[in-house]
């Protein structure tokens, strides 16, 4: 077996064995949070329960799903707790094979481009469902009583957590897309117009058919757009001539001055 295959079966081993660390404290984690599975459910669906009419429940259509979707539940809860130990799994795996600078930028973006996307879950759940609920449960009509099913609320909540997630991921984006060289600060200044009407357009496509959601949506992405510009402005600043390097090479002159002092000095020492 040559030396190129056994390097690869070697980082196969090692890629299995991270895995396996990770997967085993999600479900660690899960099999702790199993007995309160059913309050946990609770608290995702307070949004929507606060919204309903007083003593309106949601309900169940499938034989097995009030088992179920509250399991889904805290299996994605139990992965977003597990997160830090998975993600440092991958680190463990990916590090070696990085240079220093490598390392330096790859890190910070990896723990930021997590907060970010936690941040943008935290953000959905606390403001962007009241307010839609609120106006959803205002707008329709008197004559229907709302009886949301657990299933398709679970689908609603996990679509929108991974649009304002991956949303608050933009600033990262634009630091990657700086730091790689495909663009720079000035071309991202330029097709800010396009951005914006991108923007409206993603969330109209990825949100309910309301005006409150596409806007709590696209607004933070155009923001975040523009925090994106102002980091990787930031940290692409050209390095200053004085400090590019502490060496400046003596001119000629200063060569000679210094060749006659030294010849001065030892003629000097030999009178």
Do not use: N
């Not at 929507?48 to 003593?55: A, K, S, V, Y």
């Not at 730091?179 to 000035?186: F, S």
């Not at 400090?243 to 003596?250: F, K, L, R, T």
């Amino acid at each position: 077996m040559s030396t190129q295959q056994e390097t690869f079966i070697s980082h196969l081993v090692e890629l299995r064995d991270r895995l396996i660390r990770a997967l085993l404290v999600v479900v660690v984690v899960f099999v702790c949070l199993m007995p309160w599975a059913g309050d946990i459910y609770d608290i995702l669906a307070k949004p929507m329960m606060d919204t309903l009419p007083e003593g309106t429940h949601m309900i169940a259509t499938g034989v097995v799903t009030p088992f179920f979707v509250p399991v889904k539940v805290t299996m994605m809860v139990a992965f977003v707790l597990a997160l830090p130990w998975v993600l440092f799994q991958a680190w463990a795996f990916i590090a070696p094979g990085l240079y220093a600078h490598e390392k330096r930028m790859a890190l910070p973006l990896v723990a930021g481009s997590t907060l970010l996307f936690i941040i943008g879950m935290a953000f959905c759940y606390f403001f962007v469902f009241g307010m839609v609920f609120k106006f959803i449960a205002e707008f329709a009509p008197k004559s229907i009583v709302p009886a949301p099913d657990i299933e398709q609320y679970l689908s609603f909540v996990m679509s929108m957590f991974i649009a304002f997630g991956v949303t608050f991921e933009v600033p990262v984006a634009v630091i990657l897309l700086v730091k790689a060289g495909i663009v720079d600060v000035a071309k991202l200044k330029e097709v800010r117009p396009y951005v914006i009407v991108g923007a409206f357009v993603i969330a109209a496509i990825v949100t309910p058919p309301d005006v409150i959601s596409q806007l709590m949506l696209a607004i933070p992405m155009c923001l975040l757009y523009e925090l994106g510009i102002i980091l990787a402005g930031w940290m692409s600043k050209p390095v200053p001539a004085a400090a590019e390097s502490a060496y400046v090479a003596p001119s000629i002159e200063d060569m000679d001055r210094e060749l006659d002092r030294i010849e001065a000095s030892e003629r000097s020492d030999k009178g």
